[in-house]
């Protein structure tokens, strides 16, 4: 099996005397879909914003590719290809949709972008190159016959899909998703199930923190299952559906897991 891209090695997060993640060991590779379970605080979200660069660790290593991420800025985490898509729209509501994804492209290729917005003698090819970049990636989240439309008029299924546009123009490696099946409908579920399993066949690492077990359990080669902070299991969705410390801490919440 080929060598992880993101490395975590006994990670912690403490806030105060609040352990919320203790002693984390995960591994996710490339073209890998890996999920991340665990009851209300049991330090899913903490560890996100740990692997996205909004928190520094405690204690513990990140290492992406081979290389420590130990004091890399927050916005150095999307140039090394470490890209998040939130559940909330972060889309900018009177551009269209193409234009809202070329935007997101700022991270990967910046100085044509300023050439594009400038105007200056360059910008036609520049802004040629980021428009076609941009439908590609509209057509693939499915969204190619709003290219042209207000991002304001979508639906909220399809602000999601617009979401995962722009992060995939930041040229990611590692794509981190937050509850991504929030609020959507079943069939707008498929759908996404679909992309996210496109995005790892083109070789990209997924991680996903999700509450939806039924969503996560079909599409993830892997699951980790934290537990007030701990890592309780990590193996394949079978392997942690029928793990009995899984079971245990889910006890309150049996139908989650029956269901999934
Ligand atoms: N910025 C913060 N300051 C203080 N405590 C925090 C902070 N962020 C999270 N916590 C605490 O850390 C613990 C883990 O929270 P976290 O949000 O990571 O859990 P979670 O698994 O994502 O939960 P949920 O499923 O409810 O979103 C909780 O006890 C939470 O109250």
Redesign the pocket.
Known sequence: MNSPLLQARGLCKR??G?H??SDLDLDVRAGEVVGVI??????????F?MIAGAFAPTSGTLAFDGRSLAGVPTHGFAPRGIVRTFQHNKSFDSLSVRENVMVGMHTRMPASLWRVLAGTPDSYRAEREARRRADELVDFVGLGEFAQAEVSTLSFGQGRLLEIARGLAAGPRLMLFDEPAAGLAPGECARLEEIILGIARQGIAVLL?E?DMRFLMALADRVAV?NF?RKIADGTPDAVRADPAVIEAYLGNVENLAHA
């Open positions: 806030f105060g609040l919320a993640v665990g009851p209300n605080g049991a330090g899913k979200t903490t560890t914003n923190i509450h934290l902070g």
